[in-house]
């Protein structure tokens, strides 16, 4: 079964600094990986994907990650962040051998943004 | 509506009572989702709908909870004899089609069993 692992339950940054969100998983077969954004009190919302392709992501809000097939990662990056990125993020895999349908989420990493 | 909605938001129940959770998905979407978040388990896949059906039960911790799907639209999740450790975010997701096609999450309900 897949799993999915987030190294760092909080991750605090300053402002315009740099962040890096670290996800690793289970699998070395073919997978679809994820990064959802979910802000206080709302539901999941899509950053970016990967399917296949470009192992660079670009995503929405600035954010891009990198499919690394021989480290099994899949970690999330921004140049610069906002106050407005404050935020839980979950990494998520699913196996595209089983239809896709599920989401294997990782534990989420608490993203604080501090001025 | 523009997003998957989701009733009710919050919901307090006595432990031992049946609950029912909604979901409305995207128009449209043929594929419904639900998962669970709760702080010890993080975010669990329950059950998958392709229409009315559903192929993929896999999550269901128990035979307490069931869910069902009419007209290929709205799914109710029901959860019977709640137990305290039923506590927790039920969400819901649809998309467009089963497969690789992004899932759209709903605000979710908290359900808290007393």
């Known amino acids: 079964a897949q799993s999915v692992t987030q190294l760092d339950s909080q991750v605090p940054v300053f402002e315009e600094a740099p962040v890096e969100l670290r996800c690793n998983y289970s699998s070395s077969v073919s997978v679809y990986l994820f990064w959802y954004v979910q802000y206080p009190n709302q539901g999941l919302q899509l950053l970016l994907k990967y399917l296949s392709g470009s192992t660079l992501v670009k995503g929405i809000n600035g954010f891009e990650a990198e499919f690394n097939k021989s480290q099994t990662s899949f970690h999330l990056r921004k140049p610069s962040v906002h106050i407005s990125d404050t935020a839980e993020y979950f990494c998520?895999?699913?196996?595209?051998?089983?239809?896709?349908?599920?989401?294997?989420f990782g534990q989420g990493t608490r993203l604080t943004i501090n001025p | 509506g523009a997003g998957v909605s989701q009733s009710p938001s919050n919901k307090v129940t006595e432990k031992g009572k049946d609950v029912e959770l909604r979901c409305d998905p995207i128009?449209?979407?043929?594929?419904l989702y639900w998962y669970r978040q709760s702080l010890g388990q993080g975010l669990e896949f329950l059950i998958y709908?392709?229409?009315?059906?559903?192929?993929?039960k896999s999550g269901l911790p128990s035979d307490r909870f069931s869910a069902e799907r009419t007209g290929g639209s709205v799914s109710t999740l029901t959860i019977q004899r709640t137990q305290q450790e039923d506590s927790a975010v039920y969400l819901c997701?649809?998309?467009?089609?089963?497969?690789?096609?992004?899932?759209?999450f709903g605000p979710g309900t908290r359900l808290t069993v007393l």
């Open positions: 709908f392709q229409g009315n059906s559903a192929p993929d």
């Open positions: 128009s449209g979407h043929t594929a």
């Open positions: 998520a895999v699913s196996d595209p051998w089983e239809g896709a349908q599920k989401l294997v």
């Open positions: 997701a649809s998309s467009l089609e089963s497969g690789d096609y992004e899932q759209f």
